[in-house]
């Protein structure tokens, strides 16, 4: 199974921005759609973006367009996010999403799951 490690999180100021990264490992990259997604303290684990298995198609949250971009390298295994204007309830854990027969995205994520990686955004 592929296994995935998210990376890029931290602490900005509203405006600020952030790009995430999750690598991946364990099997053939190109071989799985990914996606992002997040979870807040208390609150459900939500969709943000996902992108196909070649990058062609890519998918958002409605309350992500404009402001966040997916994208992935197959090259070096990695898919990123990057989000701008950030906001203080963008404040979550993001996750790292991948399936290979499926674009991962909400109701039906992907099977495999990164560790999460915190984004804090201060007011």
């Known amino acids: 199974q592929v296994q995935l490690v998210e990376s890029g999180g931290g602490l900005v100021q509203a405006g600020g921005s952030l790009r995430l990264s999750c690598a991946a490992s364990g099997r053939t990259f190109s071989n799985y759609a990914m996606g992002w997604f997040r979870q807040a303290p208390g609150k459900e684990r939500d969709f943000v973006a996902a992108i196909s298995w070649s990058g062609s198609r890519s998918y958002y949250a409605d309350n992500m367009k404009g402001r966040f971009t997916i994208s992935r390298d197959n090259g070096k295994n990695t898919v990123y996010l990057q989000m701008n204007s950030l906001r203080p309830e963008d404040t979550a854990v993001y996750y790292c999403?991948?399936?290979?027969?499926?674009?991962?995205?909400?109701?039906?994520?992907?099977?495999?799951w990164g560790q999460g990686t915190q984004v804090t955004v201060s007011s």
């Open positions: 999403n991948a399936d290979r027969d499926k674009i991962p995205k909400s109701p039906t994520p992907g099977d495999y």
